[in-house]
């Protein structure tokens, strides 16, 4: 028996190794599961990204689909909706309308769609909602009681991308100051979550990061498209003050990118590495520039006749011409940006300083000046993303869907 004893324990050993890789296993076969289901929810999501729902729209026998979608779409502001496909979804019932599918072109007709049914579609008896996965649509189900009791209290929040969201900067639709924070329009608009926002700031001990560095200052984020001559700062940057305040070395109201509204623009000092040259890769946009090409070929006109008298190895002298263009095209490229950034933020300024102008008084030469500018920087905008989409190495870009998260992320992944 004692002779067996350690046998025994020796195989007890194996036993447990072997029950702790399994475990091991395990877990991750449910981690790829896991991964695997998220992936294939986010496929589907993908899928659905141009499609809505109508709800409650009355059934009749001989109906045509795309006629009524037509027509609601109408109602909400998209009189040229272009549609794919439309047809009636889930379980015939006479107790209810079934939900009215819909396929759209273009994903901004969705967000129109979205974003202007709840005020056109009040008195209907029907609405638009968002096309969603089983498994996001269980996530909006499961929190649904508690958002509606923050939305009573004037905390909106908005469901995207599989869960609902808040913010902690961003465009709040309400003032904090009456007088410093509003010119004419209506007074008092959203006083409840005007109040949740502060009973949230004291009790997390935030700060309106751009108020607090500029107490008395009277300038505005947000312009009325209606209304020429009403202006709100509607826009805030909250931090925590006691970590980040003391971090804060610059701040400004920059004019937004093709939006009534401006950015609340803040710089923090925070230590960082220094850092290497880093990975040069060509812009094929030189190719156009008709400076650049005839730089080049210059270049090699002259750079030819001097390899072949000095170098007799072929590879070497090819060697030598393609440093010496990298040297050069690095040098151009650097010049060439820095000349745009420096373009782009003297846009920026001048659309900024007419803007507050407008802010004081309207003027009709200022404003026509203003368009102008805004127009160059579109431009400039328009260059960025069409770098953004090649470096992405998207296969399609969606018409409205250019400045996106999902190219930006291509682009880092590339």
Not at 170 to 181: E, I, K, Q, T
Not at 381 to 409: C, H, M, P, T
């Amino acid at each position: 028996m004692q002779e067996l004893l350690p046998l025994k324990k020796k195989k007890l050993k194996e036993n447990e190794r072997k029950y702790k890789l399994l475990e091991q296993r395990i877990r991750e076969l449910e981690s790829e599961k896991n991964q695997t289901a998220e992936a294939l929810n986010k496929q589907e999501r993908f899928s659905r990204r141009s499609n809505i729902r109508i709800v409650g729209y009355p059934t009749t026998p001989e109906e045509n689909c795309i006629d009524i979608a037509k027509k609601v779409l109408e109602k909400v502001g998209i009189p040229d909706a272009s549609i794919e496909r439309a047809h009636r979804d889930g379980a015939r019932r006479e107790d209810r309308n079934r939900h009215l599918l819909v396929r759209l072109s273009f994903f901004q007709d969705k967000i129109t769609a979205l974003r202007n049914q709840r005020k056109k579609l009040k008195d209907e008896g029907y609405f638009i909602t968002d096309d969603l996965t089983f498994v996001d649509l269980s996530e909006k189900r499961k929190w649904k009681q508690q958002v509606a009791e923050l939305y009573a209290n004037g905390t909106k929040l908005r469901f995207f991308a599989g869960k609902w969201r808040g913010q902690d900067g961003g465009d709040f639709s309400f003032v904090f100051n009456f007088d410093l924070d509003k010119k004419n329009g209506v007074r008092h608009t959203n006083f409840k979550a005007r109040e949740e926002c502060l009973n949230l700031m004291t009790h997390y001990n935030l700060v309106d990061i751009w108020r607090n560095r500029h107490p008395l200052s009277k300038q505005f984020t947000w312009k009325s498209s209606i209304n020429d001559d009403v202006y709100c700062r509607l826009d805030f940057f909250f931090l925590i003050s006691n970590a980040l305040i003391m971090n804060v070395i610059h701040d400004d109201l920059m004019s937004g990118f093709r939006s009534d509204h401006s950015f609340v623009f803040i710089t923090t000092s925070t230590a960082t590495g220094k850092r290497g040259p880093g990975f040069w890769k060509f812009n094929n946009s030189l190719l156009e520039n008709k400076e650049y090409v005839n730089m080049i070929q210059s270049f090699l006109n002259d750079s030819i006749l001097n390899v072949n008298e000095n170098l007799e190895n072929p590879a070497l002298a090819w060697d030598y011409i393609k440093y010496d263009i990298r040297k050069i095209t690095i040098k151009f490229s650097k010049i060439l940006a820095q000349n745009r950034r420096r373009r782009e933020r003297n846009l920026n300024k001048f659309i900024n300083s007419l803007e507050r102008q407008l802010f004081v008084k309207w003027d009709l030469n200022k404003n026509s000046l203003l368009k102008e500018a805004q127009n160059e920087m579109l431009q400039l905008y328009n260059f960025k993303l069409k770098g953004i989409q090649i470096r992405s190495r998207a296969r399609w870009v969606e018409d409205g869907e250019k400045n996106s998260k999902y190219f930006l992320n291509l682009e880092k992944k590339a």
